[in-house]
């Protein structure tokens, strides 16, 4: 315990730019002595939130180590809600190692451990916790709309409303202890109870709003699943490559070369797309193979989005392929260089199925795939815009979880009779002690070592 409160109030320090050659480097210091970093090892007077050019030398031998921008941050108005200190200094390997080598030399002062400034601004109430994960989803984003989601959400964009949920959640809790405190002697109970469960009434259909998203924000966050799927040599490795752009999966036209699931991970029209390509579709006495349909089938089913290849080579559809066609299958006819059957007469029967999104391409020379392209990329932007619009998404798996322990206590409490006060205060506490646990009010310690390890050491 005494370790643990001694390293919380020690002053740390850290690059916090990517390690490496580059043009600047940025080293960043927190705590109680921060501003020891600068007395130490640069002259003159420095103003607050302003940047200054300065000779950085080093504390004991005086050794000039860099020039640089030296920022001075006092607490609480910093990141981490401390007296803070940057050094913006070039980015040499040696030169980073010089200056995190003369922090290390001041008493009191240490590296930081990973996510370490993060835990702090948590510590000190500069960010709750869906503000952090959303910095490191922002940290972590690799497409436009993940970045546009996770800023959001760094922003305060869950905060707020899950905060404004449970102040009015405790509001009720206030009221409904009232009346079992002082109902009789105070006559305060007339019309009381009646708010209350009106409030709640309220109260559980804005969350059964909010639940009732079509996980996109999990789903922009993870990366749409696409599942391509279609009978053996369909030409889905060959359209795997195609998109990705490399030879990521094996080509053959030897049927069943793909057992197993390839995945690859595109950024179409600014949204992250992981397409799965598949076993080919059909009966075999193979046992490797079978499971590698079993697989393919499998990841068809938790796909957002299932592409059926169906080479137009083939007059006839296998039975199995048939079944996994339904109306939200989008359907591509493959090899259409080499085509023996009609385009307009299967996607006549194709449409007369219901599935309307059918496509015609070529993979060995190109016809079509970009048409194909465009118009994915139409869909996802049509599918999840307009959501993604939202001030407030759900984008992990923990807090739909709060939500629903939350809907679950508020609909506990509506069921009850209205004599059994004490029993419904205890329910509001159960839904806003399950709202705390996904700002990090309440009881999420082994929620923060999972989150701050996926931090860098300077974050």
């Known amino acids: ?138 940290l972590n984003a690799e497409t436009e709309a993940q970045r546009r989601l996770a800023l959001r959400q760094a922003e305060g964009g869950l905060r707020k409303p899950y905060e404004q949920w449970r102040s009015q959640i405790i509001n009720c809790m206030a009221l409904t202890e009232a009346v079992i405190d002082f109902g009789e002697d105070e006559h305060i109970e007339d019309g009381v109870l009646e708010q209350v469960t009106e409030d709640v009434i309220n109260l559980k259909g804005a969350i059964s709003n909010h639940l009732n998203d079509s996980r996109v924000g999990e789903i922009v966050r993870n990366g749409v699943r696409v599942a391509i799927v279609g009978p053996p040599n369909a030409g889905k490795s060959t359209l795997l490559n195609l998109l990705a752009k490399r030879e990521a999966a094996i080509v053959s036209d030897t049927p069943g070369t793909t057992r197993d699931i390839v995945e690859v991970t595109l950024n179409l029209g600014g949204y992250p797309v992981v397409i799965s390509d598949t076993a080919g579709l059909r009966e075999s006495n193979d046992v490797i193979e079978m499971e590698g349909v079993k697989r393919a089938i499998s990841r068809m089913d938790v796909a957002d989005i299932k592409i059926c290849l169906l080479p137009l080579t083939q007059k006839e559809i296998d039975p199995i392929v048939r079944q996994v066609i339904d109306p939200s299958t989008f359907v591509i006819l493959t090899k259409q260089d080499v085509s023996t059957v009609s385009v307009e007469q299967i996607t006549k029967q194709l449409r007369q199925q219901g599935i309307q999104k059918i496509w015609a391409l070529s993979c060995r020379t190109g016809q079509g795939v970009d048409h194909f392209l465009d118009d994915m990329i139409g869909v996802l932007r049509s599918t999840y815009d307009d959501a993604l619009a939202s001030p407030a998404l759900i984008t992990q798996a923990r807090h739909r979880q709060h939500l629903q322990d939350c809907l679950a206590a508020l609909e506990q409490y509506l069921d009850l009779p209205q004599h059994e006060v004490v029993l419904g205060a205890e329910e509001l506490r159960q839904a806003a002690n399950a709202l705390g646990r996904i700002t990090g009010r309440v009881d999420v310690e082994d929620v923060l070592d999972a989150l701050f390890s996926q931090f860098c050491i300077g974050k």
């Open 1 to 138: 315990m005494l370790r643990s409160f001694a390293r919380s109030y020690s002053t740390i320090y850290a690059l916090s730019t990517a390690p490496g050659k580059a043009g600047v480097a940025v080293i960043r210091v927190s705590g109680p002595q921060a501003k020891q970093a600068l007395t130490a090892t640069v002259r003159g007077t420095l103003e607050p939130r302003q940047a200054y050019f300065r000779r950085i030398r080093h504390p004991t031998t005086g050794t000039l180590l860099d020039r640089g921008l030296v920022l001075w941050f006092p607490g609480p108005n910093s990141f981490t809600g401390e007296d803070s200190v940057e050094f913006h200094i070039h980015g040499g390997n040696a030169v980073v190692r010089s200056v995190l080598d003369a922090l290390g030399s001041l008493d009191k002062f240490r590296l930081a451990e990973q996510g370490e400034f993060s835990k702090r601004a948590f510590d000190n109430d500069k960010l709750d916790l869906t503000e952090i994960e959303g910095l490191a989803d922002l």
